[in-house]
């Protein structure tokens, strides 16, 4: 690699003033700064009426549409439609109707690593989410409803980290083992935030802007260790949170606006990435 290759080589921003010892897994990350969306690398929920696992949680389903790519950044909208083609089925119970949300998943997956977002949250109450997930657990990277009408007991804070055990039964039902919630932001809807998060079979870390702001290991953890022998596919999507209080008509659109996803693999052995054809229900 010549000087100026390094130079302008990417590198985690929470490790900017250490060795970098990482490799960017391209396969797994983008910058979002073309005319369309990468589906290579992506799973665009309802493209051709096709889903990864669910359609989205209810009362709002995922549209294709909300998916787009605009001024190098991936936006994805949720938008009040009532007159939309929702889907006749139900998700726990509750019907699909009126709002419109987008999600994106990984066709890649890598077992461990280091993962990193630059991201703004919807400014309304629509639930902003980032995160990885296999078949026996589900972690929530960032789970943010950047203008709640209300607040679910009494709690005021974002939550940055949700961890979820899955029942491989149904691959939907999920049980919360774990909630850090994020302390002392700035309005994270007004700019981009750095949001990131390192994983192995040993420990779990949290970074903010560049700073560690939570970290646990497996010997710390009092319920199952979320990491197995089974790679994590990457999603990112915007939802409906009922517990939040649902958006009025007047306050969509809201865009969820990131700049990009980048993924790092500790060398070309470690951390490597397998690959999944998503067929979609």
Same mark, same amino acid.
């Given at each position: 690699?010549?000087?100026?290759?390094?130079?302008?080589?990417?590198?985690?921003?929470?490790?900017?003033?250490?060795? $970098?010892?990482?490799?960017?897994?391209?396969?797994?990350?983008?910058?979002? $700064?073309?005319?369309?969306?990468?589906?290579?690398?992506?799973?665009?929920?309802?493209? $051709?009426?096709? /889903?990864?696992?669910?359609?989205?949680?209810?009362?709002?389903?995922?549209?294709?549409?909300?998916?787009?790519?605009?001024?190098?950044?991936?936006?994805?909208?949720?938008?009040?439609?009532?007159?939309?083609?929702?889907?006749?089925?139900?998700? $726990?119970?509750?019907?699909?109707?009126?709002?419109?949300?987008?999600?994106?998943?990984?066709?890649?997956?890598?077992?461990?690593?280091?993962?990193?977002?630059?991201?703004?949250?919807?400014?309304?109450?629509?639930?902003?989410?980032?995160?990885?997930?296999?078949?026996?657990?589900?972690?929530?990277?960032?789970?943010?409803?950047?203008?709640?009408?209300?607040?679910?007991?009494?709690?005021?804070?974002?939550?940055?980290?949700?961890?979820?055990?899955?029942?491989?039964?149904?691959?939907?039902?999920?049980?919360?083992?774990?909630?850090?919630?994020?302390?002392?932001?700035?309005?994270?809807?007004?700019?981009?935030?750095?949001?990131?998060?390192?994983?192995?079979?040993? /420990?779990?870390?949290?970074?903010?802007?560049?700073?560690?702001? /939570?970290?646990?290991?497996?010997?710390?953890?009092?319920?199952?260790?979320?990491?197995?022998?089974?790679?994590?596919?990457?999603?990112?999507?915007?939802?409906?949170?009922?517990?939040?209080?649902?958006?009025?008509?007047?306050?969509?659109?809201?865009?969820?606006?990131?700049?990009?996803?980048?993924?790092?693999?500790?060398?070309?052995?470690?951390?490597?990435?397998? /690959?999944?054809?998503?067929?979609?229900?």
């Amino acid at each position: 690699m010549t000087i100026k290759e390094e130079e302008h080589k990417i590198i985690p921003f929470s490790k900017q003033k250490v060795a $970098n010892d990482w490799t960017l897994r391209e396969q797994i990350s983008d910058e979002f $700064n073309t005319n369309k969306i990468d589906t290579s690398k992506w799973f665009v929920q309802g493209h $051709n009426n096709k /889903y990864h696992l669910w359609k989205g949680d209810a009362p709002s389903q995922f549209f294709s549409e909300n998916i787009k790519l605009s001024k190098q950044q991936l936006h994805i909208s949720s938008t009040w439609r009532p007159d939309a083609q929702f889907s006749k089925e139900k998700y $726990n119970g509750k019907v699909y109707e009126n709002v419109t949300t987008g999600g994106i998943v990984s066709k890649y997956k890598i077992a461990g690593g280091y993962l990193e977002i630059k991201a703004k949250v919807a400014n309304s109450s629509i639930q902003s989410s980032f995160g990885i997930r296999n078949s026996l657990f589900e972690l929530h990277l960032f789970d943010i409803v950047g203008k709640p009408r209300r607040y679910q007991n009494k709690e005021r804070t974002p939550f940055l980290f949700s961890y979820y055990s899955i029942d491989t039964a149904t691959q939907l039902n999920r049980k919360k083992l774990l909630r850090v919630p994020l302390l002392n932001t700035a309005d994270l809807t007004s700019d981009f935030h750095i949001y990131g998060f390192e994983w192995d079979h040993h /420990y779990l870390k949290l970074f903010l802007d560049g700073k560690e702001i /939570y970290s646990i290991n497996n010997t710390q953890f009092e319920v199952a260790w979320p990491i197995s022998k089974e790679s994590f596919e990457v999603w990112v999507n915007t939802s409906l949170a009922k517990e939040y209080g649902l958006p009025k008509e007047n306050e969509l659109p809201s865009h969820f606006a990131i700049e990009y996803i980048r993924v790092w693999g500790k060398d070309a052995n470690e951390n490597a990435l397998s /690959y999944e054809k998503l067929e979609g229900i």
